[in-house]
């Protein structure tokens, strides 16, 4: 199996943002798409079916299946995660079980306590480390097959918890202002143990992981939005319009004037922003 995208769109309230991922579509032949959507609420059509989106809920889409997301109120954005996956030729076991679980049951409520989760699928899915993009379908498959079973779908340990916490913390707030102080003292860890326990889990820091969602919100904002840099840095609360630039320019390769005149009319895909391995810090 190939994972072919990985993204996370976080707080869809923008018109444009509103209009590209509402739009109904399908993706490849082959191709099959997982939504799990951890804030907000709206509509997942799928086919002809509609669906409500609450926090939690989990639903797989089956190749040529036109689908959307709809948003029910832009004061309540919807922040997901979607997976676009690939069987290949020796995947026929997986292949049934994706066709079997859709024709079932196409939407779960697995609950919203799995950021970790898909948001470590997403960094070794998407890393280029091609050992890291294994361990990343193999959890997935070992994922769907837990699911068609309807068993317990922990993955819980002690410190995937403290991880769980942290992402939600820094993903509701992005726009905020946090710092390590803050984060590690709402999980009551010491500083040092939740940087070790970040790290070791995700390939990297809390506070540079907390700057590249800044980034990536940033990214969508270029994109589906008329707002100025000055703007947007202050929406996303960095000290200036130049270090906002400085920092973007760091993760992305680019300057934000120039990321929205390259990437304007390639919104969806612009959201993936490339970030480069020496990554700023905030």
Not at 235 to 262: D, M
Request: proline residues 3%.
């Amino acid at each position: 199996m190939i994972l072919k995208d990985a993204v996370f769109v976080y707080q869809m309230k923008e018109l444009e943002a509103i209009k590209w991922h509402g739009r109904y579509h399908t993706h490849g032949q082959n191709d099959y798409e997982l939504h799990y959507f951890v804030q907000g609420a709206g509509k997942f059509l799928s086919g002809d079916t509609l669906y409500n989106i609450t926090p939690g809920t989990l639903f797989l889409t089956s190749p040529g299946v036109k689908h959307s997301i709809k948003v029910k109120d832009p004061g309540s954005p919807i922040t997901y995660y979607a997976l676009l996956i690939q069987p290949e030729g020796g995947d026929q076991d997986v292949e049934e079980l994706l066709k079997e679980e859709i024709r079932r049951r196409p939407w779960y409520a697995i609950g919203s306590n799995y950021r970790f989760f898909f948001e470590e699928l997403r960094e070794r899915g998407m890393s280029g480390i091609k050992n890291l993009q294994k361990a990343a379908i193999h959890q997935l498959i070992s994922f769907l097959y837990i699911l068609s079973e309807g068993e317990d779908l922990s993955f819980h340990r002690e410190g995937n918890v403290h991880l769980e916490k942290a992402l939600r913390l820094m993903q509701n707030n992005v726009m905020g202002d946090l710092n390590l102080d803050d984060i590690a003292g709402r999980l009551e860890l010491s500083q040092a143990y939740f940087i070790r326990l970040f790290r070791r889990r995700m390939g990297t820091t809390p506070m540079k992981y907390y700057t590249r969602l800044k980034v990536e919100a940033a990214g969508a904002m270029l994109t589906s939005t008329n707002m100025t840099t000055a703007a947007i840095a202050e929406r996303l609360c960095f000290y200036s319009e130049f270090h906002f630039s400085r920092v973007f320019k760091q993760y992305t390769g680019h300057a934000p004037s120039i990321y929205r005149k390259n990437f304007l009319q390639r919104l969806g895909t612009a959201g993936k922003i490339q970030i480069n391995d020496q990554e700023g810090k905030k």
